[in-house]
């Protein structure tokens, strides 16, 4: 008789108790940690339902909504529920603006409560009339004929919509039960009139949170933590993906959601490297205090990975991943060091703040990756454009002719080439942002340059600089944002697990300080300081829980001595190596 896995017996109560409070329309919370097998319990819930009460809902012409923060997820629900009638699984703006776009005399009543640039666009077409309020690109606008929405905006406009007895009343119609997948991800107003008008309002909807607040590691405002007391909360103490060993370093982190592992015959294998006995000057001021310099922070991560390799790690393997939640040696290792130097914050190029990056990352890169697999409707519903634009043999033959240009400007050109072949032939055309700010960039240029004021001189400078790189960096940029690579920041790390995982951490980015979150930790935290410890705190849990079976870490922020009690007390005193060997 096969003896059933800690993990296992774990992940039953769980969904025993999920069942439950499902059966008796409770609304609940699972709390599913790294590794818990948290989608796995999600689709669990709705096959339940599906198996208990499908003939109802599609007698009443009701369905489950399933609410996603991405189309990956939203794509992998529908997949694995066999993309079931009466389960509806869609992206959080999707869902809300199917169910609110009907709305229209509420939703243009609305309008101006969504803030002052809102307030001024309506004044400038003198008031609202009876226009149409669509949204589409996601570019806010309004016309004598509509009013387009922006993303945030839809968000707004449900949270208000939430609190009307009708629209209630209208969504239990339509969606008795609301299933929400990484919880901790939604907006902080959303969550928060889901909880007064749906949770603790007795609106007879079901609200099932499916995530875990300690992996809110995107955005300021993201929830984390929904809390009620008409919320049944449910821990999933299971881990099916980390070692024994690393599951022993996660609950020393997370006393209050202790993880049974898999297999408890599998150890596997942490060390932690440190520079605390470098004798150099280290750096100083702002964000960048107390690390190593840039040269010597590269030579600890090659040593470091010259002895992983050694014991057996494989760089170049989909098994290896390297989490680099420094900016010591990222851009220069994945080959966009001076795409990275135009920018004053790493925000601006990591998580495609700016307007070109945004573009040239999440339209032009896309794009040329659909074209080269002859993927066309996939391309153009990127560029958002339609096919009925194609009206004739030589509309294809310019958009063919014009993608292979943009193919070879990104291997031979800089970013000013591309953007100037872009801006003369509006195929692919420009984003509206995009083209505002070249017009902005060629006024300008046009005058004199001791003339301008300080901000038009630092844009002008800015833009200068950045056309001048080779667009191959924008490439590698966009490899290592789609996790094409290696190496992760934060932002590739969350969900994804490999059999080897080596984290960096270092300075260079102004809102984490891992020496003061060891001291937190060690000390606790002033309560002004709760945010920040939560923000550091969660992205270190994140990326130590990515590894399945070897752990390492690179620490080249020099640590006091109550950081190193508290990494010892994580980690262990024989996993504490300290210099890496030469």
Not at 17 to 45: C, H, P, V, W
Not at 281 to 304: I, M, N, S, T
Not at 322 to 337: D, R, S, Y
Not at 485 to 501: L, Q
Request: charge should be negative; charged fraction near 25%.
């Amino acid at each position: 008789m096969c003896q059933i896995s800690p993990a296992e017996n774990a992940s039953t109560q769980a969904l025993d108790q999920m069942f439950t409070a499902i059966n008796d329309l409770n609304s609940f919370r699972l709390e599913a940690g790294a590794g818990a097998g948290k989608t796995y319990s999600l689709i669990k819930a709705l096959k339940h339902i599906v198996q208990n009460r499908a003939d109802e809902f599609i007698k009443k012409e009701q369905k489950i909504a399933c609410i996603t923060y991405t189309n990956i997820a939203k794509d992998e629900i529908r997949e694995r529920t066999d993309n079931h009638p009466v389960i509806y699984a869609d992206t959080i703006h999707a869902f809300s603006w199917s169910f609110i776009s009907s709305f229209q005399a509420k939703l243009r009543e609305l309008l101006p409560e969504l803030g002052d640039k809102w307030v001024a666009r309506i004044e400038e077409v003198g008031g609202i009339d009876n226009q149409k309020v669509i949204y589409d690109l996601g570019f806010p606008k309004i016309d004598e004929e509509t009013i387009s929405l922006h993303h945030d905006d839809v968000i707004k406009l449900i949270s208000s919509l939430l609190a009307f007895s009708k629209f209630q009343n209208l969504l239990k119609a339509k969606f008795p039960i609301v299933f929400i997948d990484e919880y901790q991800d939604t907006n902080k107003g959303l969550a928060s009139s889901i909880v007064e008008n749906l949770i603790d309002n007795d609106s007879g909807i079901l609200i099932g949170l499916f995530g875990d607040h300690w992996q809110k590691i995107y955005g300021k405002d993201a929830c984390g933590l929904i809390e009620s007391e008409n919320i049944t909360e449910i821990g999933k103490n299971a881990n099916f993906r980390s070692d024994k060993n690393i599951v022993n370093c996660l609950n020393n982190m997370r006393p209050d959601l202790p993880q049974h592992e898999s297999d408890p015959e599998s150890e596997g294998s942490i060390s932690i490297y440190h520079s605390n006995a470098w004798a150099g000057e280290r750096r100083a001021g702002g964000h960048w205090k107390g690390d190593l310099p840039e040269d010597v922070a590269h030579d600890y991560f090659e040593r470091v990975k010259a002895s992983l390799s050694h014991n057996g790690w494989d760089f170049d393997s989909e098994n290896t991943k390297v989490l680099m939640l420094t900016n010591n040696v990222i851009a220069t290792e994945q080959g966009f060091k001076d795409l990275a130097d135009c920018f004053k914050h790493s925000e601006d190029y990591l998580k495609k703040n700016d307007p070109y990056i945004k573009y040239l990352v999440e339209v032009i890169e896309p794009v040329v990756a659909s074209f080269e697999a002859r993927e066309y409707g996939e391309l153009f519903q990127v560029i958002n454009q339609k096919f009925p634009q194609l009206q004739c043999h030589d509309d294809k033959r310019i958009w063919v002719q014009n993608l292979n240009r943009v193919k070879e400007i990104r291997l031979n050109g800089t970013i000013d080439d591309m953007l100037a072949f872009l801006t003369e032939t509006n195929i692919p055309r420009l984003s509206n942002k995009v083209r505002q700010l070249e017009e902005r960039y060629q006024r300008l240029t046009g005058e004199v340059f001791d003339n301008l004021e300080d901000r038009d001189k630092r844009f002008l400078s800015k833009v200068t600089s950045l056309k001048s790189v080779s667009y191959q960096q924008v490439i590698q940029l966009a490899k290592f944002i789609d996790d094409k690579t290696p190496f992760s920041t934060k932002h590739g790390v969350k969900g994804a697990e490999f059999d080897n995982v080596l984290v960096v951490l270092g300075r260079g980015w102004n809102q984490y300080n891992w020496n003061q979150m060891l001291e937190f930790m060690e000390n606790g935290y002033p309560e002004n300081k709760k945010d920040t410890f939560e923000r550091n705190r969660n992205l270190f849990y994140v990326a130590c829980s990515r590894a399945k079976h070897n752990l390492t870490l690179l620490i080249t922020q020099e640590l006091s001595i109550e950081a190193m009690n508290r990494i010892r007390h994580l980690f262990g005193d024989a996993q504490v190596i300290g210099e890496p060997n030469v």
